[in-house]
């Protein structure tokens, strides 16, 4: 059994507005063993960035409020660390890449000044030797070293989000929580950004969230997959058992969704209807105003997990468990 | 059968610091009733820009466009306004291509308002049907589009490019803004609306799976120029150019035991400003050969099937 890095238990996060409480994440289990790749999977409004921003605690003061659960990195829980604990942690043992590298890189620094930064500030070492480290991160994202003293405009979409990259490996995170990295790029150049992540990985035997819309991706890049609807996770398991064998209604009707291009049917089959208003939440299982399959059962009572196959949990009435 | 479309050797250029940026390099295609031609490419390669000119909504620096039979090259104003009617345009994004402060209603009646030809109780009549064809519940009748999801906002979009019964439509990248499970529902729409009223459309979008769903003829740009145009089918099973073949092989497929090999492309897309005579393509190319600096000929590879590379025999 592999040591899990990252374990995070029954965690739960409102924001408060003025007049509702919208229920981002509802409480939710998740375990990224080291060196894995998680895809973290949902529609725009499940949940999935909440997710991520609270491992860093990042949400926005003001609003958000953790209601309960524990995040254990490295064996202690991030909820408790002091901000100034939290700072070591932030960009150096957990680093995170975001969607759109537009507006993630400051626009009057240099790309090589911004990555020397991150490096000093988190080592007690001399300028000269964190600009010397950053070249070798530019040269490692496949950025020639001579553009270290350009700026973000002078970048195209792709190589910013590899100066992103290289900012965010910088001091060898254990753990790096990509939000849609390759979603606001053409796919040619999403090929080429995930065959550069996928060697980093390797090489620095990072632990990755991979958050996403896209199954593609997900297929293409990821050890294990944790669907998320409205606030939950309704399914995760291996990626193999996931799209082999999936198990809740959502994750069926996803695939349904998805133009193919192996297909050669004429007729899509989505999913009917739209998420719940995340104010106002169903009592009984979130997806079942959706289901084709829905009972009496599903409005009434929320479902728990069931592990149809080992590792393969799913949240719905009506899985079977195995055996 | 004369096309409902055509467009022959169609430029547009624009004036910018470095040079002209020939954003539409010389595309030729027809278009009949009822059918889909299917536009891809990356951004930045002049398929949006296509589809603008094709409408009007920028004017062509060269070339012919026909429609119905009928030149429409440089329409008078006149001409033009009844033009409006029979080509219609959905946009993007649902969230910036409403007027905020105009209700449902408003906002799918505005053309006919415009057309000055109905009685309001003809609107309203008309309106109403047209919520109820794309599926928007009467009670959002007095919504405003703040009020509404992203599918939503597109069926509002998708309504009013309806209202004054247009023959062709230019579909920007109408479902790219949705998460999965929405785009299904409007691309089904899509398709049905199409069925129900004979609706040529051009689908342009940098998503090939969503495209080739679509599409009866798929056309691909590379920098303003079209490298290969087939019908669908034979687009993604008989795959000549190697541009289009790169694109086929960079989309991750939703599958877990997906073996295709990934064909990684030498840096990115040149600048279409005051570009070489030869292929665009050639320095991201792994097959590019001496032929390649001359202009490269569109070739009929199969019928119907269009390859503008000189070496796409042998490879």
């Known amino acids: 059994m592999e040591e899990n890095l990252l374990e995070i238990r029954d965690l739960a996060v409102e924001y408060h507005t003025d007049d509702d409480v919208i229920y981002a994440v509802n409480n939710i289990d998740l375990t990224v063993k080291k060196g894995e790749t998680l895809g973290l999977v949902g529609e725009t409004g499940a949940g999935k960035t909440t997710i991520a921003k609270s491992i860093l605690r990042i949400l926005p003061p003001l609003q958000a409020k953790l209601m309960s659960g524990e995040i254990i990195f490295d064996g202690q829980d991030v909820l408790k660390l002091s901000e ?180 050669t049917e004429r007729r899509l089959s989505p999913i009917k209807g739209l998420m719940p208003d995340p104010t106002d939440l169903p009592k009984g299982c979130r997806f079942c105003d959706r289901c084709p399959e829905a009972s009496e059962q599903c409005r009434e009572a929320p479902p728990a997990g069931v592990e149809t196959e080992p590792g393969h949990i799913v949240k719905c009435h009506l899985a079977k468990g195995a055996g | 059968m004369p096309a409902l479309l055509e467009v022959r050797d169609l430029k547009k250029y624009f004036k910018t610091k470095g040079g002209m940026l020939h954003a539409v390099d010389g595309i030729n295609f027809a278009l009949e009733e009822g059918k889909t031609l299917g536009v891809v490419g990356e951004s930045g390669c002049g398929k949006t820009t296509l589809g603008r000119t094709v409408l009007h909504l920028l004017e062509p620096t060269d070339g012919k466009i026909f429609f119905e039979g009928k030149d429409i090259t440089t329409p008078t104003k006149n001409e033009l306004h009844d033009l409006r009617a029979k080509m219609q345009i959905i946009f993007q994004d649902p969230f910036s291509s409403l007027d905020p402060r105009k209700s449902v209603s408003e906002s799918i009646m505005e053309p006919l308002k415009l057309r000055k030809k109905h009685s309001k109780a003809d609107m309203l009549k008309e309106m109403r049907e047209l919520m109820d064809t794309v599926g928007l519940a009467a009670r959002f009748e007095n919504s405003y589009p703040h009020e509404l999801d992203g599918g939503r906002r597109q069926r509002i979009g998708i309504a009013r490019a309806l209202s004054l019964k247009p023959k062709f439509i230019v579909c920007d990248e109408p479902v790219s803004a949705l998460d999965v499970s929405i785009q299904a529902q409007v691309i089904n729409l899509m398709l049905d609306l199409q069925e129900e ?106 019928p119907g099937h269009f390859v503008a590379c000189c070496r796409h025999k042998e490879i």
């Open chain 1, 84 to 263: 100034k604990e939290m700072r070591k942690i932030r960009g150096n043992r957990i680093a995170m890449i975001f969607q759109d590298p537009m507006t993630a890189l400051n626009p009057i620094e240099t790309v090589g000044y911004q990555i020397a930064e991150a490096i000093k500030q988190h080592n007690k070492i001399h300028r000269s030797e964190a600009d010397k480290r950053a070249c070798d991160m530019l040269e490692m994202v496949g950025i020639p070293m001579d553009r270290f003293d350009e700026y973000p405009h002078q970048f195209s979409g792709g190589m910013k989000q590899r100066v992103v990259i290289a900012m965010a490996l910088a001091c060898n995170p254990g753990l790096l929580l990509a939000d849609e990295p390759t979603t606001a790029l053409d796919v040619t150049i999403q090929a080429q950004v995930l065959d550069m992540m996928r060697s980093l990985r390797t090489r620095l035997d990072t632990s990755v969230i991979l958050i996403t819309h896209d199954l593609g991706v997900v297929a293409d890049f990821c050890d294990s997959v944790a669907v998320t609807y409205a606030g939950e996770i309704v399914e995760r398991g291996t990626a193999r058992h996931v799209f082999k064998s999936p198990g809740h209604p959502y994750t069926l009707g996803l695939f349904g969704s998805l133009p193919r291009l192996n297909s």
């Open chain 2, 197 to 302: 009223r004979g609706l040529a459309y051009m689908f342009v979008t940098h998503d090939l799976s969503v495209v080739k769903y679509i599409s009866d003829d798929i056309m691909v740009m590379y920098l303003g120029q079209m490298v290969e145009k087939a019908p669908s089918d034979d687009l993604f099973s008989d795959t000549r150019h190697p541009y289009t073949k790169a694109l086929l092989s960079a989309i991750p497929a939703p599958d877990i035991d997906d073996k295709t090999e990934r064909i990684l492309l030498k840096g990115e897309i040149t600048s279409p400003v005051e570009p070489k005579p030869g292929c665009r393509f050639m320095a991201r190319c792994r097959y590019a050969a001496d032929g390649c600096e001359k202009p490269q000929k569109l070739e009929e590879h199969a």
